[in-house]
């Protein structure tokens, strides 16, 4: 019933810019913690970005921050990774993941915590 859609993968040089969606139905976005994670073949999974939308607070991994964003729309039932200044490294597929609770700051970037996930958008950076 629950059911995330990611989209706006492609491909890019580096320095450029996408904006990934992650469209939710059957799921409410407010009060929940939603969150971006990528993976590299022959590499495990990696929090990228989180957002608790019940209060807008964000948090990234080390790799991202300052050149990803993650925000909502509520209205649209939808949340949102823009890159920036994207690097070969960040060439990966996307998954975007929800869980509805107020995850402790510290297990945000964690799989684990997301009971809900998409089927990922590729994201592929040529240097």
């Known amino acids: 019933q629950v059911r995330l859609v990611e989209s706006g993968g492609g491909s890019v040089q580096a320095g450029g810019s996408l904006r990934l969606s992650c469209a939710a139905s059957g799921y409410r976005i407010d009060n929940a913690c939603m969150g971006w994670f990528r993976q590299a073949p022959g590499k495990e999974r990696e929090g990228v970005a989180s957002i608790y939308t019940g209060d807008g607070s964000t948090d990234y991994g080390d790799s991202v921050k300052g050149r990803f964003t993650i925000s909502q729309d509520n209205a649209k039932n939808t949340v949102y990774l823009e890159m920036n200044s994207l690097k070969p490294e960040d060439t990966a597929m996307y998954y975007c993941?929800?869980?509805?609770?107020?995850?402790?700051?510290?297990?945000?970037?964690?799989?684990?915590?997301?009971?809900?996930w998409g089927q990922g958008t590729q994201v592929t950076v040529s240097s």
């Open positions: 993941a929800a869980v509805r609770a107020n995850l402790y700051w510290s297990f945000r970037l964690r799989e684990r915590m997301y009971s809900d």
